[in-house]
Nanobody, 115 residues
């Protein structure tokens, strides 16, 4: 069974940092592109960052220079390092993989940026 489990969310002050983790299981992790999405209250889910099996990355313009996506294939885990957080980054963050013909999502982890 393909499963994604996020962790690392929480409450942080503006300008602070958090690192999200997504532990994957049930599939050959190192051959799939992994993504982080987020969804703020009342807004559509949006792509934040992605990383291919070769390690190439892409980012939403709103997070470029502040967020870094990485992966550890030995641990079947993808990370999202978030620095210089802003209140607009407040959202539930989801790990995602397009596995064969299915979209697989984690349960999400809430990030709240507030003073």
């Amino acid at each position: 069974q393909v499963q994604l489990v996020e962790s690392g969310g929480g409450l942080v002050q503006p300008g602070g940092s958090l690192r999200l983790s997504c532990a994957a299981s049930g599939f050959i992790f190192n051959i799939y592109t992994m993504d982080w999405y987020r969804q703020a209250p009342g807004k559509q889910r949006e792509l934040v960052a992605g990383i291919t099996r070769a390690g190439s990355t892409n980012y939403a313009d709103s997070v470029k220079g502040r967020f870094t996506i990485s992966r550890d294939n030995a641990k079947n885990t993808v990370y999202l390092q978030m620095n210089t957080l802003k209140p607009d980054d407040t959202a539930t963050y989801y790990c995602h993989v397009a596995y064969r013909y299915s979209e697989v999502w984690g349960q999400g982890t809430l990030v709240t940026v507030s003073s």
